[in-house]
């Protein structure tokens, strides 16, 4: 007898969920025993289904889960109405020797594409013309092997297929594994579920063109300024400061303006009664970290530098003859380090405890009120104390005469003037008045709004 007859078929039966399981466990029938077949098989006999692969070679096929069984694709087909499809598209032509067994199942296509418009249809499009009596769905092709050996298996998956009740069959059995499923509709999505694994960070896109936008600009405004400014007027080589003194000025300036351009939407939209935020906001924090980071790196490493400790030996010998002129310089000079560092050592502290309630493992133990409580308070807090380290940086400078060279203002200066709008709105918008007004303004849009639709019905039946 063969293990096929031996085997009953089964049916993928539609139980609401939170209903007792059946007494005999849901068999499930994976095709392809890959590093994906065989994670995707574990997983499901971790989660109570029985399994049974069907394989070209049943007998030499390589190690599988304990608690599985293999057979022949025909044989593995009859056994189970929902089959799993972990092979690639270039070999799907055996599903059409099989066709006859296949009919009335449900597959689940699972392949992926190493490049995007490789072929002229969907692979689940192909794979349900192969197999015109089966209910193809796609979906779970995001998953990996790893995530699925190692139960990490975060994010919404996606499903599409024009069989409702196949497509509940798969969500059930998704939701099962722990995974959160969404349709998509019907089996011409099919093609865009495909494109999502070859998407590379889609949503970083802007904020690093913004990043390095700003990065270009003030890197060369700063080079004007200092380097060419230094040169064309005073004769004087400092092309060295290019790879680390310009860059510890651009790493910051540009940080402080990302962190501002995370909170300047919200206040905006908070005045324009829209209350929408930005989609980018993560994003923007996240370089701006990373930018400050580097700023901090810099920061120590300069002192450091010979030309900085010749810089200081020469300053020293050169005042020498005027001991109270010198001391009176190396302790205003020591008051407005320490004061600078204090508050960038501040900010920083605050800039990496957002960074780490960014991340969906830390942020996901913290209820609402506490995540907002740090990425709305805390985050206003650091941009004002970031601001704060700016305008202490250069207070002494803003009215000398020789700090607006080819009557150009310095970096620190331009970069101060979105995070000081930012910080002004907000302050604005904790006023009780400014408060009542735009109440008394939002109530008023709301009263108007059923008399501008109504005019624009009147409109369009005319």
């Given amino acids: 007898m063969t293990a096929a007859s031996e085997m009953k078929p089964e049916s993928v039966t539609l139980h609401p969920l939170g209903t007792a399981p059946a007494s005999v466990p849901e068999l499930l029938c994976i095709f392809g025993t890959g590093d994906l077949g065989r994670s995707l098989g574990?997983?499901?006999l971790q989660s109570g289904y029985r399994v049974v692969y069907?394989?070209?070679r049943p007998d030499?096929?390589?190690?599988?889960p304990q608690g599985a069984q293999v057979m022949s694709h025909a044989a593995a087909a009859q056994t189970a109405s929902l089959i799993f499809i972990c092979v690639h598209r270039e070999h799907y032509e055996f599903?059409?020797?099989?066709?006859?067994h296949l009919e009335g199942k449900v597959l689940v296509d699972l392949s992926n594409n190493l490049k995007k418009n490789i072929y002229p249809e969907a692979n689940a499009a192909y794979l349900q013309r192969l197999v015109p009596g089966a209910a193809v769905v796609k979906g779970l092709n995001?998953?990996?092997a790893w995530a699925l050996q190692n139960g990490l298996l975060a994010g919404k998956q996606y499903l599409c297929g024009n069989s409702a009740e196949a497509k509940q069959a798969v969500a059930e059995m998704s939701t099962k594994l722990g995974l959160t499923v969404l349709d998509r509709g019907s089996l011409s999505a099919a093609r865009e579920l495909e494109d999502f694994p070859l998407r590379l960070f889609p949503e970083w896109r802007l904020p690093l063109r913004v990043a390095f936008g700003l990065m270009a600009f003030f890197f060369f405004y700063l080079l004007i300024r200092d380097v060419i400014y230094a040169y064309v007027?005073?004769?004087k080589d400092i092309s060295y400061r290019i790879m680390v003194s310009l860059a510890n000025k651009v790493f910051p300036i540009v940080s402080l303006i990302m962190l501002s351009l995370c909170y300047l939407p919200g206040v905006i939209a908070a005045f324009l009664q829209l209350y929408r935020g930005t989609k980018y906001r993560k994003q923007m924090g996240l370089v701006a970290l990373g930018l400050a980071f580097l700023h901090a790196i810099y920061t120590f490493i300069i002192p450091i530098r010979y030309a900085v400790r010749h810089k200081l030996i020469s300053r020293v010998v050169d005042e020498i003859d005027n001991k109270p002129l010198r001391l009176t310089l190396i302790r205003q000079r020591h008051g407005e380090q320490t004061h600078s560092m204090c508050w960038e050592s501040w900010a920083s502290s605050l800039y990496v405890l957002l960074g780490l309630t960014s991340l969906p493992s830390v942020g996901g133990t913290l209820s609402w009120r506490e995540f907002s409580f740090?990425?709305?308070k805390l985050g206003h807090l650091t941009l004002g104390i970031c601001t704060a380290h700016g305008y202490i940086y250069g207070w002494n400078k803003f009215l000398r005469p020789t700090t607006y060279k080819w009557y150009t203002p310095p970096g620190y200066m331009l970069c101060l003037i979105v995070p000081s709008v930012v910080l002004v709105l907000k302050v604005l918008l904790l006023l009780p008045c400014v408060d009542r007004t735009l109440t008394r303004i939002r109530q008023g849009w709301e009263r108007t709004q059923p008399r501008e639709e109504k005019f624009m019905n009147k409109s369009t039946n005319l």
């Fill in 42 to 44: 574990l997983r499901l």
């Fill in 54 to 56: 069907g394989s070209r």
């Fill in 60 to 64: 030499s096929c390589g190690p599988l």
């Fill in 95 to 100: 599903l059409e020797t099989i066709a006859q």
């Fill in 142 to 144: 995001t998953l990996s």
């Fill in 233 to 235: 007027e005073q004769r």
């Fill in 374 to 376: 740090i990425q709305s």
